[in-house]
Each structure stands twice: as C-alpha cells, then as structure tokens.
Nanobody, 127 residues
C-alpha cells in the first residue's frame, strides 16, 4: 500500500515550536526519491505551498511567509520528511499536508505537480 501519513499536529502558543512528520510507505516511495512538499490550508482559505525538499540532495524551497521560521528536512533511512516550525504565529493555524511530486526534477510551489497526498494534520496556534 502506498501511503503518506502526517503526524505531530496539535496546539501551541504563539512563539512556540512544533515538529510535523510525514512517513512514506509503499513501492512507489521505496523505489524512488522524488521531491516532497508541505502544504497548508487555513479555514476558508486556499491550500498554499509551505516548503519542499529534494529527497536525494536535500535542497529546499520555502514560501516567503515561513522562510526563516520553518525548516524542512528528511531522514532517508526512515522514509520520513519533517517540518520543524518555530516562532509560530496565529496565522500559521491550518491543516498541514505532505505530498510527493510526480516529477523527479520539480520541487516547485504548484500543487498540480504533487500527485500523492497525506490526510493532513491540524496545527493550531493560540495568541
């Protein structure tokens, strides 16, 4: 079974930190190292790009809204991608999704290039 499962969501205070995990399993993920991304969707808002990483090289891309506060990383041995969130703000409140790009060379911001998605994990930041 091919699957992406997010975990680590919860409630934090503004200025605090939280780490999300995305565990990948299944033949597609085991036999390839395509880029992985994090997206988020706040209530009443469009889903937006947060960060991405090229699994093999570790090269990263961040949205301007989280750059300098969030860090995406991966552990190849564990088939897991992480999103370390620091200096969190109430506007970071959203459901966070991890996803895999369908193109080995593309780790861009468009959600159209990501074809596998997790179920999401809720992050709530209080004032």
């Amino acid at each position: 079974q091919e699957q992406l499962v997010e975990s680590g969501g919860g409630l934090v205070q503004a200025g605090g930190s939280l780490r999300l995990s995305c565990a990948a399993s299944g033949r597609t993920f085991k036999n390839s190292n395509f880029p992985m991304g994090w997206f988020r969707q706040a209530p009443g808002k469009e889903r937006e790009f947060v960060a991405s990483i090229r699994w093999t090289t570790g090269s990263t891309l961040y949205s301007d809204s989280v750059k300098g506060r969030f860090t995406i990383s991966r552990d190849n041995a564990k088939n897991t991608v992480y999103l370390q969130m620091s200096s969190m703000k109430p506007e970071d409140t959203a459901i966070y999704y991890c996803a895999r790009s369908r193109l080995a060379w593309n780790a861009g911001q468009s959600e159209d290039i990501y074809n596998y998605w997790g179920q999401g994990t809720l992050v709530t930041v209080s004032s």
